[in-house]
């Protein structure tokens, strides 16, 4: 029994020093966390973005901060941010922490957010179409999505980048060759490409100008043309001077409000269902003097000038009469002579 009580009392002699160790190591406060440095954005959206910075060696949690607010927060060195407004300015820094407290704050970070990826143009058109070439039109993206500018494509490739327009946007796709083409438009932002528009087919060919195109009848301030169909014409257009006046299923138009006694240059071409052109046709044609309103005065003036035009004439007849009343009356004078 003895034995026995000798063996625990060494025992616990033994254990003293290492409690009394791990006394003194659990005494030791954890000191503050340093600040974090090298902060990173990467794998930035219209959205989210992703933060990582050097590990803290005594930091138990981190603190995102975005444009002045607390954010998210991380037990690893690495935050992902979502719900971040598009193409914005966005300013973030990190601040460690632990049981003893925090640390400084990281130096900020700026960057920015990518618009929103943009959508397919929409209402695209196409008008105008020669020979060679032709005009495209289509409605401009939102404002939001911050097109940087629209690329045009012909028969699957890519031929032009268009700067964006207030309005409708449009082009000129020139140097065509004759044939059946295949058009869409795209939109590019910082973000992404956008999906293809509505792909849209015309046939690039010459289609001669109206026949007989001539001036019917005119005025001081009228016009009167006509001209002969063309096959597969749903309208006409009439040009005055190179300025469109109307856009007219039928052949034939009466052009108003002119200038009295002037020559105009008049045009007309066929538009064909499928957005092709016909060459013009062209012609001169002048508008009459305006007519002289009728008054008192200028019937006078026109009875003189005309008895004016008329009176070496009457002179002349007036000697003719005279000369045939003074022969008859010789005559007859000399008629009674011979009887008596």
């Not at 020093?17 to 990173?40: D, G």
């Not at 062209?282 to 200028?298: C, E, G, I, Q």
């Amino acid at each position: 029994m003895r034995k026995i009580i000798l063996a625990i009392m060494l025992c616990l002699l033994l254990s003293v020093p290492a409690w009394a160790e791990s006394q003194e190591e659990s005494s030791i406060p954890t000191l503050q966390p340093e600040t974090p440095t090298n902060i990173t954005v990467s794998g930035i959206t219209d959205a989210t973005a992703t933060v990582t910075w050097l590990p803290v060696a005594t930091a138990t949690q981190y603190s995102v901060y975005v444009n002045g607010e607390q954010y998210t927060a991380s037990s690893s060195p690495a935050a992902t941010l979502t719900g971040l407004r598009p193409f914005m300015v966005h300013d973030i820094y990190v601040v460690a922490h632990n049981s003893s407290g925090y640390s400084g704050q990281s130096s900020i970070v700026t960057f920015n957010t990518l618009p929103p990826a943009p959508s397919a143009p929409r209402g695209i058109k196409v008008s105008e179409v020669k020979k060679d070439n032709v005009k495209l039109s289509w409605v401009p993206n939102q404002p939001e999505e911050y097109i940087f500018f629209y690329r045009l494509y012909v028969d699957g490739r890519a031929v032009a980048d268009v700067e964006p327009q207030e309005g409708i946007q449009a082009a000129d796709l020139v140097n065509l060759s004759p044939g059946r083409h295949a058009v869409a438009v795209s939109a590019l932002n910082e973000n992404n490409e956008s999906p293809l528009s509505t792909v849209l087919e015309f046939t690039c060919s010459e289609i001669t100008a109206p026949a007989g195109f001539t001036m019917t009848n005119h005025s001081a301030d009228q016009i009167w043309i006509q001209w002969e169909p063309v096959k597969n014409a749903t309208t006409y257009s009439v040009f005055v001077d190179g300025n469109l006046i109307i856009d007219t299923a039928k052949t034939k138009f009466e052009i108003n409000k002119l200038q009295e006694n002037t020559v105009y240059t008049l045009s007309v071409c066929a538009n064909l269902a499928d957005g092709n052109k016909s060459l013009e046709a062209n012609l001169m044609a002048k508008t009459l003097p305006a007519p002289v309103p009728l008054t008192l005065d200028s019937i006078k003036e026109d009875i003189f000038a005309e008895v004016q035009n008329i009176m070496p004439n009457i002179k002349i007849l007036f000697v003719v009469i005279c000369t045939f009343a003074i022969t008859a009356l010789l005559k007859l004078s000399f008629v009674r002579r011979v009887r008596w």
